[in-house]
Nanobody, 127 residues
Framework: QVQLVESGGGSVQAGGSLRLSCAAP????????MAWFRQAPGNEREGVAR???????SYADSAKGRFTISKDNAKNTLNLQMNDLKPEDTAMYYC?????????????????????WGQGTQVTVSS
């Protein structure tokens, strides 16, 4: 069974920073497209940032200029550096992996295009 394990969440004040990590099997980090999603209570799960297997990043409008997605093939981790955090960034953050490149064909930020999910890490931003 594929396991994705997120870490790095916490509570910060507005304007602060957090770095999320997702530990994953080596073949997933190297060969799958991966992404970060988030879900706040009462809201749908939404895409935040995505990185292709080749390392090309893309971002949702809400994340552009503030978040940076990266991966470390040597450490088998997916990362999300979040700067200038805002209260509206408060959510559970999930990493996800796309096994069949559906995210390239049918949309980079649609949850249905991702096959493997972690359990999430909570991010809380206070004003």
């Amino acid at each position: 069974q594929v396991q994705l394990v997120e870490s790095g969440g916490g509570s910060v004040q507005a304007g602060g920073s957090l770095r999320l990590s997702c530990a994953a099997p080596a073949d997933i980090v190297s060969y799958y497209h991966m992404a970060w999603f988030r879900q706040a209570p009462g809201n749908e799960r939404e895409g935040v940032a995505r990185i292709t297997s080749g390392g090309t990043p893309s971002y949702a409008d809400s994340a552009k200029g503030r978040f940076t997605i990266s991966k470390d093939n040597a450490k088998n981790t997916l990362n999300l550096q979040m700067n200038d955090l805002k209260p509206e960034d408060t959510a559970m953050y999930y990493c996800a992996a796309d096994r069949f490149t559906r995210s390239s064909r049918y949309g980079p930020f649609l949850p249905a295009n991702y096959h493997y999910w972690g359990q999430g890490t909570q991010v809380t931003v206070s004003s």
